[in-house]
């Protein structure tokens, strides 16, 4: 039966798996930045609100980066489950940038973490916020590192096959880390991965503030996280269009999916919704932004853009009788809707923090319960307009509570696009993603350890979700005298101590 076949079963595997991975992925990225950002204000400042919202948001950081680790793992151990002939064809290619992302990139992040949560009371302010900054730039390098390998599966560069073997051999490392795809790749990553830490961030901060506890850690929270969704949000869209127009160029199949045009058409129009049988080519568009495909192409609005049936023709006679395929179609509705989805949900987190910071900035956003907060708080300082404010609060932080799950569902649609996309490759334009699973993996193995990892990775997110509900209810900690006071030298000893350790020892 080809719906449970083992290349199918494999797919999905790997596609639920890796998607359910990349939800801590982004959080990491982000989380680490924004955290070290409170924590410099803080040792620059001196002020207490810094400090306590450094606490709660790292705590949630380590929640979030140790299931990342945990849920990273078991991606690498599916090459060699049931993608035995992919990872052989493209093991030396792979090898170079996964092994700069453990033993650069992975060793900065776990190493500083540890020195920044055994360090509060042994290192001083700015030696101590600098781990994290350490640990920020980690989960950069990490990032870059696996995006440039998956670039180099959406457009392979910097290689040789070998006649004897019919292996890929890497042979221009630089030019695996710096092509094209790969840095628009990470430039749009990295600026969704900001907009999703920024919508946490707001969304948190709205729950405690429409409650009216923590106002004095939770507004410069949601300051930030306001600041970071609005800016992410242009750079995510820029980015966007950048490798829109790479994608057309190295695979325009993925771009006539994107919007089911089955004919060619120039101008081609961009339909932002459509209703009917898109699989077919007979979906009827209900609103159409004219041209709008022919500039995500082109860079213009007059730029003919090829259709699926001409591009699956061309793609037929160019590598149809090489590697047996016949169809070069992806699954069409899938690629429809998932690159809708991606726009829609990260879009709308972008107008959220839009709307945020005018709200913030007029003084609209603060219920008159926040005036009888325990935190002291400037009484003219709460609400501009006493009979806009509540209205609009009201409205405001339902939806800050909500635009904290639309990145994750916009990164989630977008990898779904990116992969699903590019099919039938699994790398493109080299080895069909059939010729990549382990001929070995029985129906029934790939179906076990499918179900294995998915009931895993069940109860790992009621543990995640229980953990983070907890520590977010709790809200930041209340300071002691040792937290804001930690000690002014690296030890944290003064030189006249009888107790310091000394500093040699053999």
Known sequence: MTALAPETLARWQFGVTTVYHFLFVPLTIALSALVAGLETAWARTGKEKYLRATKFWGKLFLINIAMGVVTGILQEFQFGMNWSDYSRFVGDVFGAPLAFEALLAFFFESTFIGVWIFGWDKLPKMVHAGCMWIVAVGTILSAYFILAANSWMQHPVGYRANPRNGRAELNDFWLVLTQNTALAQFGHTVAAAFLTGGAFMVGIAAYHLMKGRHVSAMRPSLRLGLVTMAVAGVLTAVSGDRLGKIMYDQQPMKMAAAEALWETKGPAPFSVFAYGDVDKGHNKVAVEIPGLLSFLAHDNFSETVPGINDTNKALREKYGEKFGVDDFRPNIPLAYWSFRWMIGFGMSSFALGAAGLYLTRRRLWLAPRLRTAEDEVPRLALTRDRELGPAL??????????????????????????????????????????????????????????????????????????????????????????????????????????????????
């Open 393 to 506: 609060t009201g409205w405001y932080w339902r939806l800050a509570l909500l635009t904290m799950a639309f990145p994750l569902i916009a990164n989630s649609w977008g990898w779904i696009f990116t992969e699903t996309g590019r099919q039938p490759w699994v790398v493109y334009s080299v080895l069909p993603t059939a010729a990549g699973v382990s001929p070995s993996a029985s129906q029934g193995e790939v179906a076990t350890s499918m179900s294995v990892f998915i009931v895993l990775y069940a109860v790992l997110a009621a543990i995640e979700v229980k953990l983070l509900v907890k520590y977010v209810k709790a809200g930041p900690p209340e300071l002691t005298a040792a937290d804001l006071d930690p000690p002014k030298r690296v030890g944290g000893h003064d030189k006249d101590d009888p107790d310091r350790p000394m500093t040699f020892s053999y």
